[in-house]
C-alpha cells in the first residue's frame, strides 16, 4: 500500500513536508519553515508530533533544494527524530551552517543528479530541476507498487545566465520510464479565468531578461546601487556578482545569513571566482559613490533586516542619499506585501529611485511550465503541491489541459490521506487521515517551540487586548478582594472606572453566591468579566489568578 499526505505546505506558501508510505515504511519529502506575519512569531514549523510517533519507520529525510521553506526545519526536526538526510552538496551545506556544532551528530548522504539510492521498499532517481538555487533535485521513487516524481521547486529555463538548461531529456525518459504520481510544484498557477476573464496571463521574464534589465539599471546609475535579495537565492546573487565586475563596482554585503550563504556558495565553487569584487563596508565607504554597490538582506521588509534599517536611517554604516538606487530583487511572499510597501515608501521619501527586478524560480504558467512538465512526465495521477489554495485549483486546472480526466486530480489539503493499492485501481483520499497538522511557532532567540494555540493567544491579545484578574481570598475575613488590570481594552481616561465596576461586579459575585471549587471560581470570574464587557462590544483575553492569604 502506498500512502501520501503533506504536513505542510497545502494550501499555503511554506513550511513544506511530504510523506509518502510504503507498507509502512516513510520517506519524507522536505522540512521546511513557513515565514510569519505574526507579531512576535519569527517562523512557523509543521507539526511534527505525527512522525514522532512513527520514528521507528521513517528511513530517510530527502531535501530538494536549500530553501529555508524546505530545509528550515531540519534542525528542529532532527532533534525529534534522527534519521539520514539525503540532498545535494549545497543543500547539505547550508543545514549545516544552519546546525553549527550540532551537525557532526547527524548523519548526511550527500547525492548528485544521475545517481540512484536504494531505501528499503524504495529505489531513488535524482534528477537535475532548474530552480533559483543551484544543485535543486527532483526525486523519482519507483516501489514494486507504483512510481511517482516528486518536482521540487522547478523553473523551466532554456538559456540560463548561469549553470546549464532545464534537463528534458531526463525529465522525459522518467516519462517513459512511467509515473503514476506527480506530485509538482503549483507555486504561480491560477485558475484561467479568474481574474477579468482570464486577462492575468500569468507571464514572467525570462533569466536572460532579468540579467539584461539589472545590468542596464546598474550601469545607467551615477550613484550607489543597492540591490536586495533573498540570502539562499544564489543565482541572482551570481548575475548581480558577474554585473559588478563589468561595471568595476566594488560590492558590500550587509545581512548575516547573507554573509554566512556567499561563503558556502564560494567555497563550492557558485560565485564563479568573482569573490574578489566582495569588499569590507569601511572599503567601501572610501571608494567613489559611482564604484559602490551593496547586496542588502531585506527584500522581504523584514523588520531587523539590512535594507530596512537602511530605509529606516537607523543602520550603522549606511546612510540613503539622494541619487542612490535601489533595487528589490525578489517579490513579497504572500502576508509580507504591506511590509515591503512601507520600506518602499520610506526609501522613495529619502529620495532614492526604487527599482523591482525579478523573475520567479517557479514554473511560469504564462509559458506553459506546469504544462510543459506535465506532457514530458505523462502521469496517470497529479498532485498539486507546493501552493496557497489558489495555485493548486490553477494547476489542477492545467491538469486537465493536459488530458487527465478530474478524478485522477488530487487537490489535498495538509493531513489529507491519499491511499492507493494496486490491486484496488483508483486511488482513494481519506480526509483529515492525519491529524495535529497545524503549525509549531519559533519565537525569538531561544528558539522556543510552542504549539500553535500560543499564535492564537496571541493574535487575540494583539487585537482585543487583555484583562488580568487578580482574586484574593482574605482567610481572616473570610470575603474576596479583587483587583482588575486591563491593557489595549477600553481607553485610558475609562480606565480606572470599568475596573472599578469590574472589582465589585465580580466580588459581589464571589462574595454572594460562593463558588465550590476552585475551577468555577475561574470560570466564573471569566464569564463576569466577558458579560460586562461584552456590552461595552470589547471581547479580550481574560486571565485569571487565585490567591488567598
Ligand atoms: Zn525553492
Ligand atoms: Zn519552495
Redesign the pocket.
Known amino acids: 500500500m502506498i500512502r501520501f499526505y503533506a504536513l505542510g505546505g497545502l494550501g499555503e506558501i511554506g513550511k513544506n513536508l511530504y510523506v509518502l508510505e510504503k507498507d509502512g515504511k516513510i520517506l519524507v519529502l522536505d522540512c521546511g519553515l513557513k515565514f510569519s506575519d505574526v507579531p512576535g512569531v519569527d517562523f512557523l514549523l509543521p507539526d511534527f508530533s505525527y512522525l514522532e510517533k512513527r520514528a521507528k519507520d521513517i528511513l530517510g529525510l530527502f531535501l530538494s533544494?536549500g530553501?529555508e521553506?524546505?530545509i528550515g526545519g531540519v534542525p528542529f526536526f532532527l532533534q525529534k527524530v534522527k534519521l539520514p538526510v539525503f540532498g545535494s552538496r549545497l543543500s547539505l551545506e547550508l543545514v549545516k551552517a544552519n546546525l553549527g556544532s550540532r551537525a557532526t551528530e547527524y548523519e548526511f548522504v550527500e547525492v548528485k543528479a544521475g545517481e540512484s539510492q536504494k531505501l528499503g521498499p524504495f529505489k531513488l532517481d535524482f534528477v537535475e530541476m532548474r530552480?533559483?538555487?543551484p544543485e535543486?533535485l527532483g526525486l523519482y521513487v519507483e516501489t514494486d507498487e507504483a512510481n511517482i516524481f516528486f518536482t521540487g521547486?522547478y523553473k523551466i529555463e532554456v538559456a540560463p545566465v548561469s549553470g546549464k538548461p532545464t534537463d528534458f531529456k531526463a525529465l522525459a525518459s522518467i516519462g517513459e520510464r512511467g509515473v503514476d504520481f506527480l506530485l509538482a510544484d503549483s507555486t504561480n498557477a491560477e485558475p484561467a479565468m479568474m481574474w477579468n476573464g482570464g486577462a492575468s496571463a500569468g507571464d514572467c521574464l525570462t533569466e536572460q531578461q532579468v540579467y539584461e534589465l539589472l545590468a542596464k539599471e546598474i550601469s545607467e546609475s551615477s550613484g550607489r546601487v543597492i540591490v536586495s535579495t533573498f540570502a539562499s537565492h544564489i543565482d541572482r546573487i551570481q548575475q548581480i556578482l558577474k554585473i559588478a565586475e563589468k561595471e568595476e563596482r566594488s560590492v558590500a554585503i550587509e545581512g548575516r545569513s547573507l554573509i554566512r550563504n556567499l561563503k558556502i556558495a564560494e567555497k563550492l565553487g557558485y560565485l564563479d571566482g568573482l569573490g574578489h569584487r566582495i569588499v569590507t563596508s569601511q572599503t567601501l565607504e572610501s571608494l567613489p559613490r559611482e564604484k559602490q554597490m551593496i547586496i542588502a538582506s531585506g527584500s522581504q521588509g523584514e523588520p531587523l533586516s539590512a535594507l530596512v534599517r537602511i530605509s529606516s536611517g537607523i543602520h550603522k554604516r549606511v546612510r540613503l542619499e539622494r541619487g542612490d538606487k535601489v533595487i528589490i530583487a525578489a517579490y513579497p511572499i504572500p502576508g509580507n506585501e504591506r511590509a515591503v510597501t512601507d520600506v518602499i515608501n520610506s526609501l522613495l521619501y529619502k529620495g532614492a529611485e526604487v527599482r523591482f527586478i525579478h523573475s520567479s524560480?517557479h514554473p511560469c504558467t504564462g509559458k506553459d511550465h506546469q504544462l510543459i512538465m506535465l506532457n514530458l512526465i505523462k502521469p496517470k495521477y497529479l498532485v498539486p503541491i507546493h501552493g496557497e489554495w489558489q495555485h493548486l485549483v490553477g494547476h489542477a486546472e492545467i491538469g486537465k489541459r493536459a488530458g487527465l480526466p478530474g478524478e485522477n486530480i488530487f487537490l489535498l489539503e495538509n493531513g489529507d490521506v491519499l491511499v492507493y493499492e494496486k490491486e484496488e485501481g483508483q486511488p482513494r483520499v481519506k480526509k483529515h487521515g492525519i491529524e495535529n497538522v497545524g503549525a509549531l511557532i519559533v519565537d525569538g532567540i531561544l528558539s522556543k517551540v510552542e504549539a500553535a494555540v500560543a499564535i492564537k493567544e496571541r493574535m487575540k491579545i494583539g487585537s482585543e487586548g487583555v484583562v488580568i484578574v487578580e482574586a484574593i481570598f482574605d482567610e481572616e475575613q473570610r470575603a474576596w478582594l479583587v483587583d482588575t488590570v486591563m491593557l489595549g481594552v477600553v481607553t485610558d481616561s475609562s480606565q480606572s472606572s470599568v475596573s472599578q465596576t469590574l472589582n465589585g461586579l465580580i466580588t459581589r459575585m464571589l462574595n454572594e453566591n460562593p463558588p465550590s471549587d476552585q475551577k468555577e471560581i475561574e470560570q466564573r470570574i471569566a464569564s463576569t468579566v466577558k458579560d460586562y464587557l461584552k456590552g461595552m462590544n470589547q471581547y479580550p483575553e481574560v486571565v485569571v489568578r487565585l490567591n488567598s492569604i
Open positions: 533544494h530553501h521553506d524546505h530552480h533559483s538555487i535543486a521547486d524560480g
